[in-house]
């Protein structure tokens, strides 16, 4: 009798602290959901935050996250890109954007222009070069990784230490990547983005993009920089030194925002 008369007083009420609490989870201050902290945001790209292509659910695709990586790099790199000096070394750029035929921008003076995959011819002669690959931005953003992936982070954050491994004259970062993962033994997951000319590499050891947050994902180095353009169109020089890096925050907290996506 009681529950007939007063159902109602307990049922509203009950329903809108559940609807509360489901506004305050999703809205982003429940930790790893949005996977960004607001204090780890970069000022310049604030923004354009709010803008971020995606679909319904908010990821990306590989194109749309790269995309988006270049759109927000300019503001945030150090090194800007020399446009006289990239043309000089073969770079083809339109004159109306900046830009080559992939989207790519000027590098800065001194470093490698992209060099497209399907014009480059192996030799037999052969250099050395160091890999590593490195998760440990993940510990310090365990409270947004998946819970299933916990046990696959190494405690120390390395998944392969720096090691020399050879490499063809006119082989590229990603196919040193391959052929010393599969070597290793280390899980790796890539696809084909022609519209950037190169491989995306989507997971290394089962770690995935957007495993620890939206803006998570795999980007690379090179003698300490990030490439603004992808994996396969960086030709390896005797001596360099390969760092594949997990990131959190769109490559900023490994100071390879330009690289985001390999």
Same mark, same amino acid.
């Given at each position: 009798?009681?529950?007939?008369?007063?159902?109602?007083?307990?049922?509203?009420?009950? &329903? @809108?602290?559940? @609807? #509360?609490? %489901?506004?305050?989870?999703?809205?982003?201050?429940?930790?790893?959901?949005?996977?960004?902290?607001?204090?780890?945001?970069?000022?310049?790209?604030?923004?354009?935050?709010?803008?971020?292509?995606?679909?319904?659910?908010?990821?990306?695709?590989?194109? =749309?996250?790269?995309?988006?990586?270049?759109? @927000?790099?300019?503001?945030?790199?150090? *090194?800007?890109?020399?446009?006289?000096?990239?043309?000089?070394?073969?770079?083809?750029? =339109?004159?109306?954007?900046?830009?080559?035929?992939?989207? $790519?921008?000027?590098?800065?003076?001194?470093?490698?222009?992209?060099?497209?995959? *399907?014009?480059?011819? #192996?030799?037999?002669?052969?250099?050395?070069?160091?890999?590593?690959?490195? &998760?440990?931005?993940?510990? =310090?953003?365990?409270?947004?990784?998946?819970?299933?992936?916990? *046990? #696959?982070?190494?405690?120390?954050?390395?998944?392969?230490?720096?090691?020399?491994?050879? %490499? /063809?004259?006119?082989?590229?970062?990603?196919?040193?990547?391959?052929?010393?993962?599969?070597?290793?033994?280390?899980?790796?997951?890539?696809?084909? $983005?022609?519209?950037?000319?190169?491989?995306?590499?989507?997971?290394?050891?089962?770690?995935?993009? %957007?495993?620890?947050?939206?803006?998570?994902?795999?980007?690379?180095?090179?003698?300490?920089?990030?490439?603004?353009?992808?994996?396969?169109?960086?030709?390896?020089?005797?001596?360099?030194?390969?760092?594949?890096?997990?990131? &959190?925050? /769109?490559?900023?907290?490994? =100071?390879?925002?330009?690289?985001?996506?390999?």
């Amino acid at each position: 009798m009681f529950w007939k008369k007063h159902k109602w007083k307990i049922i509203l009420p009950v &329903c @809108l602290i559940a @609807l #509360l609490a %489901f506004a305050f989870w999703y809205g982003g201050d429940a930790p790893g959901l949005q996977g960004w902290k607001a204090a780890r945001r970069a000022p310049e790209a604030s923004d354009a935050l709010s803008g971020r292509p995606g679909g319904a659910d908010g990821t990306m695709s590989a194109e =749309d996250k790269l995309a988006y990586a270049a759109a @927000l790099a300019g503001e945030q790199t150090g *090194e800007q890109g020399d446009a006289e000096y990239s043309a000089a070394q073969g770079m083809q750029l =339109d004159p109306n954007t900046g830009l080559d035929k992939y989207g $790519t921008a000027a590098v800065p003076e001194g470093k490698p222009v992209p060099v497209e995959p *399907e014009s480059v011819k #192996l030799s037999d002669i052969r250099h050395k070069c160091t890999i590593s690959i490195n &998760c440990a931005r993940i510990l =310090d953003n365990m409270d947004w990784l998946d819970p299933e992936k916990v *046990e #696959l982070v190494p405690e120390d954050g390395w998944i392969l230490k720096p090691v020399e491994v050879e %490499f /063809l004259e006119g082989e590229s970062v990603f196919d040193v990547l391959r052929r010393t993962c599969r070597q290793q033994g280390i899980h790796l997951e890539f696809s084909k $983005t022609p519209m950037y000319n190169s491989a995306y590499i989507e997971g290394i050891h089962n770690l995935y993009e %957007f495993d620890c947050g939206q803006l998570s994902g795999w980007v690379y180095k090179v003698n300490g920089w990030g490439p603004n353009y992808g994996c396969s169109r960086y030709g390896l020089k005797e001596g360099d030194v390969i760092e594949w890096l997990y990131t &959190c925050d /769109l490559g900023i907290d490994v =100071d390879a925002y330009v690289a985001a996506g390999g």
